[in-house]
């Protein structure tokens, strides 16, 4: 059993056990480091962080993405303070994993918040009560951002939104006119080109990331590809090692004219797949097969669940115990056109129940609601995406290796948050959204007799003019002043840093995705709260040092 000894003689980075007030002191110069290398990306004109490469001697990362920033540091010196720089860190990396943007608000609205609870209660607060009011304070400004959200559609607007979040013109015209054609749950892509513009291309149909099981099964050589039009699809995951296993279900397409038969099979062995190359006849019968999409049961059941909704086949599954001894015409699904390549399969026009796909899809769209972890919540929407027909890619050019890798990552981001855009709508931009909660914060503390709610709402009353004090000190501009500015001016207006006047910000098309922000505001200041409790820190012994190649990012802002 390991025994914990509190040493007051020890220096203080050698001290395994950190008690008030050196615990908040060592927790908040770790969130201020944290929030102060993440704080000048915040804006459209931001200040770009250096980090050094982490397993090479390669120039250094330039990077304006806070959450990208967060990930990089995986340490610093001082293991007081690396308490609090872990925490943020963590925070600002589950704000970029879940909506892509807001990671720079939820760092500078995490540090205030840590900044004015510390010294309150230093000053003789509570901190338990504290915590409480903080998150009620929360809840009325996420109530705030909702009432004030409005939706967003068409090309020009979603563009307008794209721009805010990624601050490249022509990046977001092309994001603006993919999700104003594939939607919020639409597939996008987003690939590196070797040229210097961007393009696109959309899919019809939907595709899936599998190819098919032999270069022989391709209906046109020249180009590695099979095609086929009104095709009937065989819907399994049973490892087909014997072409007898076949007979019956190529007995029952035989009798019934079936001229096409796409095979969606688990495997198929070479002798099997010989067999289906000597009986092919180009005129009266073809058959292809490819491999059930998905790495592991989970994901290959998913997806022959969603082919049957989309096509009306029958799944024939393995571990039912099922063989393809009793296929019927029935258990066929059918579409307009299916097409498959080394890498992918696609199907055009499911011939599936309209209202069985419906419902089918109903059900999938109620589990994203209800999921929170991000690796679910990004399969369901892939699965969405597909079952409703819009998929795009989006090849991304460049100068230099350095700029494509820098856009590829750009585009990402701003195609996760503009999802949000469209399934939430959007607020001003600017840190203006954020702003105008304060005239409910100020009246929750002229109505509030207690000192320790009194203290939680003022603290959020400041922290929600951060955001815009750092765009504005990122552009070059003195916050108080043009904050003064915006003060005389109605609700809706804010500062355009680009033209140096104050907007009204929706006729000015500049935006925020109302689910970034509350996204931010959540984790910043539901974070900040739990901090404010820590009251010890402890420090395992004998922790293992670092590898030798496995420095901690440098940063230097530019």
């Known amino acids: 059993?390991?025994?914990?000894?509190?040493?007051?003689?020890?220096?203080?980075?050698?001290?395994?056990?950190?008690?008030?007030?050196?615990?908040?002191?060592?927790?908040?110069?770790?969130?201020?480091?944290?929030?102060?290398?993440?704080?000048?990306?915040?804006?459209?004109?931001?200040?770009?962080?250096?980090?050094?490469?982490?397993?090479?001697?390669?120039?250094?990362?330039?990077?304006?993405?806070?959450?990208?920033?967060?990930?990089?540091?995986?340490?610093?010196?001082?293991?007081?303070?690396?308490?609090?720089?872990?925490?943020?860190?963590?925070?600002?990396?589950?704000?970029?994993?879940?909506?892509?943007?807001?990671?720079?608000t939820t760092a500078v609205l995490l540090q205030s918040v840590y900044d004015e609870g510390v010294r309150y209660l230093a000053a003789?607060?509570?901190?338990?009560?504290?915590?409480?009011?903080?998150?009620?304070?929360?809840?009325?400004?996420?109530?705030?951002?909702?009432?004030?959200?409005?939706?967003?559609?068409?090309?020009?607007?979603?563009?307008?939104?794209?721009?805010?979040?990624c601050h490249d013109p022509p990046l977001a015209d092309l994001l603006g006119e993919i999700f104003d054609i594939i939607?919020?749950?639409?597939r996008l892509e987003v690939r590196p080109d070797r040229g210097r513009e961007l393009r696109r291309e959309y899919v019809e149909g939907m595709y899936w990331d599998q190819g098919l099981l032999s270069r022989r099964l391709t209906t046109d050589r020249e180009k590695g590809r099979a095609e086929f039009e009104n095709p009937s699809v065989l819907i399994t995951?049973?490892?087909?090692?014997?072409?007898?296993?076949?007979?019956?279900?190529?007995?029952?397409?035989?009798?019934?004219?079936?001229?096409?038969?796409?095979?969606?099979?688990?495997?198929?062995?070479?002798?099997?797949?010989?067999?289906?190359?000597?009986n092919r006849k180009p005129d009266t019968f073809q058959v292809t097969a490819v491999k059930v999409p998905g790495w592991d049961a989970q994901s290959r059941a998913a997806a022959m669940e969603d082919l049957a909704a989309?096509?009306?086949?029958?799944?024939?599954?393995?571990?039912?115990?099922?063989?393809?001894?009793?296929?019927?015409?029935?258990?066929?699904?059918?579409a307009r056109r299916a097409w498959a390549d080394r890498s992918q399969f696609g199907i055009v026009g499911g011939k599936g129940d309209p209202r069985g796909l419906r419902e089918h899809i109903a059900t999938l769209?109620?589990?994203?609601?209800?999921?929170?972890?991000?690796?679910?919540?990004?399969?369901?929407?892939?699965?969405?995406?597909?079952?409703?027909?819009?998929?795009?890619?989006?090849?991304?050019?460049?100068?230099?290796?350095?700029?494509?890798?820098?856009?590829?990552?750009?585009?990402?981001?701003?195609?996760?948050?503009?999802?949000?855009?469209?399934?939430?709508?959007?607020?001003?931009?600017?840190?203006?959204?954020?702003?105008?909660?304060?005239?409910?914060?100020?009246?929750?503390i002229e109505s509030s007799t207690d000192s320790d709610a009194r203290a939680a709402y003022r603290a959020l009353s400041r922290a929600v003019q951060e955001p815009c004090r750092a765009i504005l000190a990122n552009a070059g501009y003195e916050p108080s002043a043009v904050l003064a500015r915006v003060g005389r001016n109605g609700s809706g207006d804010g500062f355009d840093v680009a033209s140096g006047e104050v907007v009204d910000m929706a006729s000015a098309g500049i935006f925020d995705p109302v689910l970034t922000v509350k996204s931010a505001v959540y984790a910043g200041i539901s974070t900040a709260a739990q901090a404010l409790t820590v009251d010890v820190v402890i420090h395992r012994p004998g922790q293992p040092k670092r590898a030798p190649n496995r420095r901690p990012g440098k940063l230097k802002e530019l």
Request: charged letters at 30%.
């Open 124 to 165: 003789g607060g509570n901190a338990m009560r504290l915590h409480r009011y903080l998150l009620e304070g929360m809840e009325v400004l996420l109530d705030e951002l909702t009432a004030a959200s409005v939706p967003v559609s068409g090309k020009e607007k979603l563009a307008q939104v794209a721009e805010t979040i």
């Open 183 to 186: 939607g919020e749950y639409g």
């Open 365 to 444: 769209r109620r589990a994203f609601e209800r999921t929170r972890e991000p690796v679910k919540r990004e399969r369901l929407r892939k699965r969405i995406g597909k079952l409703m027909g819009g998929s795009a890619t989006l090849w991304v050019g460049g100068a230099t290796e350095l700029e494509v890798e820098r856009r590829v990552e750009v585009a990402k981001r701003t195609a996760a948050a503009m999802r949000g855009a469209i399934a939430q709508g959007v607020v001003p931009g600017g840190g203006v959204a954020l702003l105008r909660c304060r005239g409910a914060l100020e009246a929750q």
């Open 310 to 334: 989309l096509t009306g086949g029958h799944v024939y599954t393995k571990h039912a115990g099922q063989t393809l001894d009793n296929v019927a015409l029935d258990d066929f699904g059918r």
């Open 237 to 278: 995951d049973i490892e087909i090692e014997d072409p007898r296993q076949l007979f019956p279900a190529l007995e029952v397409a035989l009798r019934a004219d079936i001229g096409r038969l796409f095979i969606v099979a688990g495997g198929i062995s070479d002798e099997t797949i010989t067999f289906l190359v000597r």
């Open 1 to 104: 059993m390991q025994r914990w000894r509190y040493d007051p003689d020890a220096a203080p980075q050698e001290q395994r056990v950190v008690f008030q007030p050196a615990t908040h002191r060592a927790l908040q110069r770790g969130i201020r480091q944290i929030a102060q290398a993440i704080r000048p990306t915040l804006g459209p004109q931001p200040r770009i962080v250096a980090i050094d490469r982490m397993l090479d001697e390669r120039m250094p990362e330039l990077l304006d993405d806070g959450g990208t920033i967060a990930k990089r540091i995986i340490e610093i010196p001082d293991r007081h303070a690396d308490v609090g720089a872990m925490l943020a860190r963590d925070c600002i990396w589950r704000v970029h994993d879940q909506v892509g943007d807001g990671t720079a």
